[in-house]
């Protein structure tokens, strides 16, 4: 594990990404931004074609800090430009590596990220987007792909409601 990343509390990670959870309101409502990806394999609530809903993230560049790769990632997959807010915490991950036959422990952190506007960056990526929705609450809730998700979803949601009433 020689190239992971050491943290504070003695753990290693053998790969960093990082994403946001992007809201906009309009008319007095909030909007979360979801996108819609041709998985490889077939999740919690994806359809029989792998189908998944989940929050933009992506792997940190070379040099490159958390936020500046959650910015990046909001803006290449949900085509948008957004500002950071708040971080709202990470997850974990332990994933096999097929390529190197080896568990690879992953963490992603996201943050609350407020939408600036359209962005015309072009999205290169192994994975296919395949639409950015804007949804309510609810309706974020049923469709992501991961449990993980959800509970992010619920902090930045209360995250949202602490700031707005300021």
């Known amino acids: 594990m020689e190239n992971s990343t050491k943290i504070h509390d003695n753990l290693y990670y053998d790969e960093r990404s990082a994403g946001g959870i992007v809201y906009k309101i309009e008319k007095g409502k909030v909007w979360w931004l979801v996108v819609k990806y041709l998985s490889r394999r077939t999740k919690k609530n994806s359809n029989k074609h792998g189908v998944v809903y989940k929050f933009p993230?992506?792997?940190l560049k070379e040099n490159e800090v958390l936020k500046q790769a959650a910015l990046r990632e909001v803006e290449e997959?949900?085509?948008?430009k957004s500002k950071i807010i708040t971080k709202i915490g990470s997850n974990d991950y332990i994933i096999w590596d097929?390529?190197?036959?080896?568990?690879?422990i992953k963490k992603v952190?996201?943050?609350l990220m407020e939408y600036v506007e359209e962005s015309n960056l072009k999205y290169y990526d192994t994975e296919v987007v395949l639409d950015r929705i804007w949804m309510d609450h609810e309706q974020v809730n049923?469709?992501?792909?991961?449990?993980?998700?959800?509970v992010l979803l619920r902090?930045?949601?209360n995250k949202l409601d602490e700031v707005m009433r300021k």
């Open 77 to 80: 997959e949900g085509k948008i």
């Open 57 to 59: 993230k992506g792997h």
């Open 155 to 157: 902090k930045a949601k």
């Open 98 to 104: 097929k390529i190197q036959k080896r568990k690879i």
């Open 142 to 150: 049923d469709k992501l792909a991961f449990d993980s998700e959800r």
């Open 109 to 111: 952190t996201f943050f």
